[in-house]
């Protein structure tokens, strides 16, 4: 490798990581809460079976699904000036990522919220709790731990996804690699340096996941527990 | 206490209650027996508007309801005075056996958190869980778990308990301790329904047996008279084979 490159290899490291830092994760953040906003109403809507409303939201998903994330960047940001609209970039990007990804979500909560038995339901409603607190105290908090892996996913997804929002000139991680490469001819090396930078990211938050499922998951309120270590050293002894 | 009278209810084209009357006074423990599909299980949810009949009326601690049309605050406040058991438990699973039995205490009554824990303590206490407040659901066995449903039950101070098959979910080795439980509540004057399968309750716990068939009441009365003296062939019939089946 010639010192050329490597000088320009690592000199453009940190001219991508900020952007990185700067751009992509914000992005990322922000528009994922948003369409996690979004999938928790929409899917809520559709699981209480709310009439109008609910064709609203399965209209949105089909349309939102069915259609090219590209596409809706661009019928955003370069189509909807015609009508007079015009959203700066950033929260341009924002906007269109927050309202597709919160569509997927949306199925992903729904089916979450509808594997919580539906006894449950009803035994809050015969201890005298109404629907709206049987939601927030019993089946959304059970439907998140369900639906966390998945959406942990989609989380994934949207990192590597926001590098789309070049095409509509937000400055992120790739739109910055991509003027490096204007610049110094050098597409092989920059390109998969900034896929590894996505990578190093996303590896990151595959660690958090991770984590995160342990805290969730009921085996570790298992572990902790005294009876069921007592059940397990009883199995061991009997084994014996 | 509870009087309804000609409950209908049909899911589609298949007629679960066609017409069925109930009379339970304050104290009575009240057996429901009768074949699978005989809309036991309909009768007792209809009447606690988990599901909604066509038509009766039910009089409830003197007020009067149409069963087809009661609105929905009407419905949450016969819900806190009467409670209900489940076949299935249905216990909340994200909380522990003591948050079970507060919940709808805290949340639903919005009564101090302090006491309620305190009833919540007394109820798990009443059926013999004094151990096991702090575990969840899937860490107690399904008899622990039932008597967490009536510990539910009782935290709320109904005035009548619903039970739906309390022991059809159960091991044979487990119904023993949830049929305690719900004889020694019998006989401290709890109001009871049960829909149950167990002859030995409706013939020694229970004071009235309902039998139902086919969506009707074939015979409503005291349960010592239900099983020495049934009037009609079918009971008859309906208690040979449980005795020939023991």
């Not at chain 1, 809460?33 to 939201?57: D, E, H, P, R």
């Not at chain 1, 809050?124 to 639906?147: D, E, F, K, T, W």
């Not at chain 1, 110094?184 to 938050?205: D, K, M, Q, S």
């Not at chain 2, 423990?29 to 009768?34: D, E, P, R, T």
Request: proline residues 4%; contains cysteine; charged residues 20%.
């Amino acid at each position: 490798m010639s010192d050329r490159l490597l000088g320009i290899i690592v000199d453009s490291f940190t001219k991508i990581l900020i952007p990185g830092i700067k751009v992509t994760i914000p992005l990322t953040v922000l528009s994922f809460s948003f369409a996690m906003v979004i999938a928790v109403i929409v899917a809520m809507i559709q699981f209480a079976n709310i009439k109008v409303l609910k064709q609203i939201s399965r209209f949105y998903i089909w349309v939102v699904r069915g259609t090219p994330l590209l596409v809706q960047l661009y019928v955003i940001f370069y189509g909807l000036p015609n009508m007079g609209i015009i959203i700066d970039p950033f929260p341009c990007a924002v906007l269109v990522f927050s309202i597709n990804e919160g569509a997927y979500c949306a199925e992903t909560m729904r089916a979450a919220l509808e594997s919580v038995p539906k006894g449950q339901i009803e035994a809050g409603y015969c201890v005298g709790m109404s629907y709206l607190q049987i939601m927030r105290r019993i089946v959304l908090p059970q439907a998140l731990r369900i639906a966390f892996p998945p959406l942990s996913n989609s989380l994934i997804s949207m990192v590597k996804d926001t590098s789309l929002a070049a095409n509509i000139t937000v400055v992120e991680m790739f739109m910055a690699t991509q003027r490096i490469v204007a610049r110094t001819y050098e597409p092989l090396a920059l390109y998969i340096e900034v896929g590894l930078i996505y990578l190093l990211f996303c590896t990151v938050l595959t660690g958090l996941q991770h984590l995160g499922e342990r805290k969730l998951s009921v085996t570790a309120e298992r572990r902790k527990d005294p009876w069921y270590r007592h059940v397990i050293s009883q199995s061991r002894f009997r084994r014996r | 206490m509870v009087q309804a009278r000609n409950i209908t209810k049909s899911f589609q084209a298949q007629i679960v209650l066609r017409g069925v009357d109930l009379f339970v006074e304050k104290g009575d423990v009240v057996a429901i027996l009768g074949p699978s599909g005989s809309g036991k299980t309909t009768l007792l949810r209809c009447l606690n508007f988990l599901e909604t009949a066509d038509g009766g009326t039910l009089e409830f601690d003197g007020e009067t309801f149409q069963m087809g049309h009661v609105s929905k605050r009407d419905i949450a406040r016969l819900r806190k005075k009467t409670a209900f058991v489940f076949q299935n438990y249905n216990l909340f699973s994200n909380k522990t056996a003591l948050q079970n039995v507060t919940e709808g205490l805290v949340i639903g009554r919005k009564m101090d958190k302090v006491k309620a824990m305190e009833i919540g303590r007394r109820a798990l206490d009443k059926v013999g869980l004094s151990d096991r407040y702090d575990y969840y659901p899937h860490q107690l066995s399904g008899g622990q778990q039932q008597r967490v449903g009536i510990a539910r039950a009782l935290a709320t101070d109904p005035e009548i308990i619903y039970f739906d098959e309390p022991t059809s979910a159960l091991d044979p080795e487990l119904i023993g301790e949830v049929l305690t439980v719900m004889k020694q509540l019998a006989e401290e004057g709890m109001t009871m329904l049960v829909v149950t399968h167990e002859m030995s309750f409706a013939r020694n716990v229970s004071n009235k047996v309902i039998f139902m068939e086919d969506g009707r009441v074939l015979e409503q009365g005291s349960s010592k008279e239900f099983f020495e003296n049934p009037k009609e062939e079918r009971i008859k019939a309906f208690l040979q084979t449980l005795r020939g089946g023991a």
